[in-house]
């Protein structure tokens, strides 16, 4: 297949024997065939590669004819064989199952929003369900001083019943007001006691990447007093997790999916593809655009982003381009700290309730054993 790097895909050196290439086939088979979540067209693109590479004849003339690089980008040069001739195993082959990525590292020192917040500021639901602090004391100041003349002043009979028919009025708006300020107080706090009783809602699979993106969440974005964390969302009319992880800030939202890939440099097209090394990556698939698309859709008033945060999968560094306006832009841990946080922070001790509730029904219950 044109634009496809068989190596690549497999994650194996240009040498690699026999034996390393069909032991890299059996490990991403066993996640990229459709049972497992992976889409049927990758799989075939993945069985395609085993088939070429594994028959030598095959092998001869994909590599004469194999020239296919990302425009732009700096050329690679295969990875050569021990000078001593050998055939061994190559080191760093493929993912590692046992490798657990490190925990990510933020400089907090580098991060301008982290600074600027105010981490006591009191939370405000929109949209407001009664006027505020000022209104209210304005409408009581303002009946105080309308008052204040019938001590201070000697007005004549009619000059006095005027006035204080004035000051009756004032106090009749003044009471109304206070009143529904009171009632919006009293609505915050069972919104509260119902719908915002915690910061984190749901919970997250045992994959260690998507442990990392929570701890990730909890440790650096709920510095915002709005922030609304949630672990697996199902897309409207869906029973499964389908989005690992989402945060919610004033009217804002960004859906987030978290993947172990091979270490590498990763950019994004603004069709949503994925190149690795200046190669089209085809190591995994993700569900981000389908994603954005119903989650638009079930909060249309919301501006929506999306993030993928990479991890290897063995030892090695990834790295990504700074985020840019594409569909689902690739971000190391420290890029998405900095970039989402500073997105959010622009309105950061907001939560609006409409989205609040719509996403909390969204979140998939925990089934207990």
């Not at 981490?119 to 505020?132: E, F, I, K, S």
């Not at 964390?229 to 800030?249: E, K, R, T």
């Amino acid at each position: 297949m044109r634009g496809v790097d068989y190596y690549e895909l497999l994650g194996v050196g240009r040498y690699a024997s026999e034996a390393e290439i069909k032991s890299a086939y059996r490990s991403l088979a066993k996640v990229m065939h459709p049972d497992a979540g992976g889409s049927s067209s990758t799989f075939r693109m993945l069985q395609e590669a085993y088939d070429t590479l594994r028959d030598p004849s095959r092998r001869r003339d994909y590599d004469r004819g194999w020239t296919v690089t990302r425009p732009g980008a700096r050329p690679t040069s295969p990875t050569r064989p021990p000078r001593s001739g050998r055939t061994g195993r190559l080191r760093n082959f493929g993912e590692d199952p046992d490798f657990v990525p490190p925990k990510p590292v933020v400089d907090l020192g580098a991060i301008a929003w982290w600074h600027l917040v105010d981490v006591a500021q009191r939370v405000r639901y929109v949209p407001a369900a009664g006027p505020g602090h000022a209104p209210a004391l304005a409408a009581v100041l303002g009946w105080f001083f309308l008052l204040l003349p019938v001590f201070l002043i000697d007005f004549s009979p009619l000059a006095l019943g005027v006035w204080l028919l004035l000051v009756a009025a004032a106090a009749t708006a003044a009471f109304r007001l206070v009143r529904r300020y009171l009632s919006a107080i009293r609505a915050d706090r069972a919104f509260t006691a119902e719908h915002d009783t915690d910061v984190v809602h749901g919970t997250t699979d045992d994959r260690p990447c998507e442990r990392i993106t929570a701890d990730l969440l909890s440790r650096y974005l709920t510095r915002l007093p709005g922030v609304r964390i949630f672990h697996g969302l199902a897309w409207p009319g869906s029973v499964f997790a389908d989005v690992d992880h989402a945060v919610l800030c004033g009217r804002k939202l960004v859906l987030i999916e978290s993947k172990a890939w091979l270490p590498g440099h990763y950019e994004a097209e603004d069709d949503g593809s994925v190149w690795r090394n200046g190669h089209p990556f085809r190591g995994g698939g993700m569900r981000m655009p389908r994603s954005l698309a119903a989650y638009r859709k079930l909060l249309p008033w919301l501006d929506i982003r999306t993030a993928l945060l990479v991890y290897p999968s063995r030892a090695g560094e990834v790295t990504t381009e700074e985020p840019a306006d594409t569909v689902v832009p690739p971000m190391t841990p420290a890029q998405f700290v900095e970039e989402i946080g500073d997105w959010l922070a622009e309105d950061p001790a907001t939560v609006d309730r409409e989205a609040l509730r719509l996403l909390l029904r969204q979140v998939v219950p925990v089934v207990r054993q």
